[in-house]
């Protein structure tokens, strides 16, 4: 069975500072790995994913995201926080036989100036 | 192009009633998927759509059914409401079976009173 862990619900960055986000997976087969934002009261916006090939996977708005297979990880990285990039962040993963997601349970970014 | 639309937006139910929901694909989108968000439990998967027929399902109660119809529209219905059924319901469609990328609605927020 699949599954995603989140460390940390809450990462608190100032404007400008690193934005680090893990993620780490649990899968039986190669995987399919996402990032999703989701702004309040909104869905879900993909940030990017990693389905094959190069492991360092570039995203919208600044965002990417390296797979390890060694270290079931697909941790989420931006170099310089924006206010506007506070939201909560879903990683997921899926197998390569369906769409059916499966979610952590997200981590909430928050900015300050 | 449209979004993936979600009617209502926002909807309150007495415990015991049945509630349907509705979701519209992006155009030539010809899967549809749908999930529940709740505060405990995260983002769950309940079942994906291709070609009106059910492909996948989550771990949910029977009470939670769901159909397509030729156009891709989808609804999903659940009987005999409880307060624990009080969630975001997000739909996402894909352009197809077994695609990697969805694209999420705003999502419908049901009430249970």
């Known amino acids: 069975a699949q599954s995603v862990t989140q460390l940390g619900s809450h990462v608190s960055v100032s404007e400008g500072a690193l934005v680090l986000l893990r993620c780490n997976y649990s899968?039986?087969?190669?995987?399919?790995l996402f990032w999703y934002v989701q702004y309040p009261n909104q869905g879900l916006q993909l940030l990017l994913k990693y389905t094959t090939g190069a492991t360092l996977v570039k995203g919208i708005n600044g965002f990417e995201a390296e797979f390890k297979k060694s270290e079931t990880s697909f941790h989420l990285t931006k170099p310089s926080a924006h206010m506007s990039d506070a939201a909560e962040y879903f990683c997921a993963v899926s197998d390569q036989a369906g769409t059916a997601l499966i979610f952590g349970k997200g981590t909430t970014l928050s900015v300050s100036s | 192009k449209a979004g993936v639309t979600q009617t209502p937006r926002y909807l309150i139910k007495t415990r015991g009633q049945q509630v349907t929901l509705s979701c519209s694909p992006i155009s030539g989108h010809r899967s549809v998927s749908w999930y529940q968000q709740t505060p405990g439990q995260g983002l769950q998967f309940l079942f994906e759509y291709f070609s009106e027929t059910q492909r996948n399902k989550g771990n949910f109660p029977g009470r939670f059914s769901g159909r397509q119809f030729s156009n891709s529209r989808s609804e999903m219905n659940v009987s005999t409401l409880e307060l624990g059924d009080s969630a975001l319901y997000l739909c996402a469609s894909s352009l197809g079976y077994r695609e990697t990328e969805a694209f999420f609605g705003q999502g419908t927020r049901l009430t249970v009173v």
């Open positions: 899968s039986s087969v190669p995987p399919y």
